[in-house]
């Protein structure tokens, strides 16, 4: 086959047997041409991902913050909430006056059977990073008697004593616990 033959065959992609390039031949070629590539991503795709990422870590930060930061105080209110209704049950089922005392700034509170001068062990307040009143050292006193009332400080039923007002506190977040005298725990979110 003359050479000006053999040129216009390949262009046009084929040859004839027996001369020039197998078709096997050819299909390595392109196959190896395609493994030369490279695999992998390039700088700038590289760099987009961690735009991406540090904006969205930038973003989730503040929100992770506010809400931890809602749980803490969250679990301090419900603990102080539950702690003071379940005296107040203990005192309407044995049919005996139990105190509740929350000191502070330890954050701790312990219940105690007046009857029986027998207090339970104390208890921790889930975080101690919540302010209570200021945080000065203090101590606050729950009177709860056997008909469901709630006086202050005495541990008598009946008492002049109002039960006292709690104020928890943090990070600028502040909630109000109050507690009637016939029992009902309230607590109120201000800011």
């Keep these: 086959m003359s050479p000006d033959r053999r040129q216009k065959s390949e262009m046009l992609g084929f040859?004839?047997?027996?001369?020039g390039r197998s078709e096997r031949d050819r299909n390595d070629s392109m196959l190896d041409q395609t493994q030369n590539k490279s695999h992998g991503f390039s700088l700038p795709e590289?760099?987009?991902?961690?735009?991406?990422?540090?904006i969205l870590t930038a973003i989730a930060?503040?929100?992770i913050n506010s809400a931890m930061a809602n749980m803490r105080m969250n679990s301090t209110v419900s603990a102080i909430t539950a702690g003071i209704s379940q005296t107040r049950q203990r005192a309407v089922m044995n049919s005996q006056v139990y105190t509740f005392v929350l000191t502070t700034p330890t954050n701790i509170y312990a219940v105690t059977n007046v009857a029986t001068n027998n207090p339970d062990n104390p208890v921790p307040l889930p975080s101690p990073a919540i302010v209570i009143n200021g945080g000065a050292n203090a101590t606050y006193i729950f009177t709860l008697c056997p008909?469901?009332?709630?006086?202050?400080?005495?541990?008598?039923?009946?008492?002049?004593?109002?039960p006292?007002?709690?104020?928890?506190t943090y990070q600028g977040r502040q909630v109000n616990i109050n507690v009637s005298?016939?029992?009902?725990?309230?607590?109120?979110?201000v800011h």
Excluded: F, K, M
């Design 61 to 63: 930060v503040p929100v």
């Design 147 to 162: 008909n469901g009332t709630v006086y202050g400080a005495g541990g008598v039923c009946p008492s002049n004593n109002a």
């Design 164 to 168: 006292p007002a709690l104020t928890a």
């Design 15 to 19: 040859t004839l047997l027996g001369q």
């Design 46 to 54: 590289l760099l987009t991902v961690l735009l991406v990422a540090t």
């Design 181 to 189: 005298r016939v029992g009902n725990v309230t607590a109120t979110t």
